[in-house]
């Protein structure tokens, strides 16, 4: 199970942290990614994490304001959100998957993720 919190309204130029706290699984054993969800249902990859795989992963669009991390003793992972801009508005889910061929680069197919959260909702007013 994954449960997400820390969304809410913020102004242009504000930050915000969302929380992905995982049970019954170690987030050590899997690729814990970030999506945001479009009005459209469509997921769209953010940010792609596992700890014992180098770098982080994240999308262009995000790359530079985005900073996500774990914490192994809590089974949780961040997303901290740094200039958040109107655009940014949607609502944020986190996923987990286990990828033993190509890890983050699945970030690209939602479908592949394992476990999901209900997500949390994200407003940037300008």
């Known amino acids: 199970q994954l449960v997400e919190s820390g969304g809410g309204l913020v102004q242009a130029g504000e930050s915000l942290r969302l929380s992905c706290k995982a049970s019954?699984?170690?987030?050590?054993?899997?690729?814990i990614a970030w999506f945001r969800q479009s009005p459209e249902k469509a997921y769209v990859g953010v940010s792609c994490i596992k700890n014992t795989e180098g770098a982080p992963v994240y999308a262009h669009s995000v790359k530079g304001r985005f900073i996500t991390s774990t914490d192994s003793a809590k089974n949780t992972v961040y997303l901290e959100m740094n200039s958040l801009k109107p655009e940014d508005t949607d609502v944020y889910v986190c996923?987990?998957?286990?990828?033993?061929?190509?890890?983050?680069?699945?970030?690209?197919?939602?479908?592949?993720?394992?476990?999901w959260g209900q997500g949390t909702q994200v407003t940037v007013s300008s």
């Open positions: 996923a987990a998957g286990r990828f033993p061929i190509f890890g983050c680069a699945n970030l690209d197919v939602p479908a592949k993720f394992e476990w």
């Open positions: 019954g699984f170690k987030i050590d054993d899997y690729h």
